[in-house]
């Protein structure tokens, strides 16, 4: 199955994401994640990509949808994967269909995830990641056992460049902006559906699955 999480930054995708693979074991294909390896290794691309982010700004498509190509064409991809954070513009969304096309498939579901700007504003604002193995908290609904500190590795837990509040603000305005317009795209093709994603994390789980097996 080829399932695409839709939604503004902080709706809780990447964390959703991460419940499916554990649940179905189809891997997570994230743009933001494979952009910030990038620029941790310090590759040109991460470099060039990181100053766009670092401002809330999107990456350009013919970047991320080379990213996409490449890892989509791997083994553990053959039997389907959860895109989380792809495709954010009209162009990316054709790009996807072309690329699946050829191969013979095509996206299944794209699930939406409905948040407030206010929620996510202040989940955004206190994520806290770890730098070595990526795992996430939020102050005030998951925060680690030790203040700062991972609960999984024990490295140190910092907040991301892009969840300063003055970018938090231009990545919303750039998703209502280029993003939005995808609700349309897949509504149109029969295959949207949708979760609120102001409820807790469980309950979102719960209702994600039920949007991704009902009939
Ligand atoms: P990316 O990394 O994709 O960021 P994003 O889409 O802005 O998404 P986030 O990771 O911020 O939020 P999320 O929805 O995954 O929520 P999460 O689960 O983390 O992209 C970063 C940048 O890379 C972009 O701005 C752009 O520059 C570039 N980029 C990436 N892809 C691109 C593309 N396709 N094209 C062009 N540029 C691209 O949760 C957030 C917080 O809330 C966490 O602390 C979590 O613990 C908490 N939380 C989650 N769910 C709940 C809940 N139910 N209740 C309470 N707290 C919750």
């Known amino acids: 199955m080829i399932v695409i999480l839709l939604g503004p930054p902080g709706s809780g995708k990447g964390t959703q994401a991460k419940r499916l693979v ?3 074991g189809w891997p997570q294909l994230s743009t933001g994640d494979m952009l910030r390896s990038a620029s941790t ?3 040109r691309l991460g470099l060039e990509a990181k100053k766009l982010m670092d401002k809330g700004e999107l990456v350009p498509d013919e970047v991320v949808i080379g990213l996409i190509k490449e890892r989509a064409q791997a083994a553990d991809c053959e039997s389907g994967f959860i895109l989380d954070g792809f495709p954010r513009t009209l162009q ?6 072309q690329m699946l096309a050829s ?6 579901l794209a699930v939406l995830f409905l948040s407030s700007d206010e929620v996510l504003v202040r989940r955004l604002s206190g994520r806290r990641t770890c730098l070595k193995c990526g795992s996430m908290y939020q102050l005030e609904t998951m925060p680690p056992r030790s203040q700062g500190v991972c609960d999984q590795c024990g490295a140190v837990l ?3 460049d892009d ?6 603000k231009s990545r919303l305005a750039v998703y ?3 993003t939005a317009v995808l609700t349309e795209y897949y509504r149109s093709q029969g295959k949207l559906r949708s979760v609120d994603a ?9 209702n994600l699955i039920q949007a991704l097996t009902e009939k």
């Open 176 to 178: 209502h902006e280029k």
């Open 103 to 108: 191969t013979g498939r095509e996206v299944d």
């Open 92 to 97: 990316q969304a054709e790009a996807l269909d």
């Open 198 to 206: 102001n409820q807790p994390f469980d309950a979102v789980t719960v």
């Open 158 to 160: 910092v907040q991301r």
């Open 41 to 43: 290794q310090g590759t």
């Open 22 to 24: 554990a649940k179905w």
């Open 163 to 168: 969840d300063k509040p003055e970018v938090i």
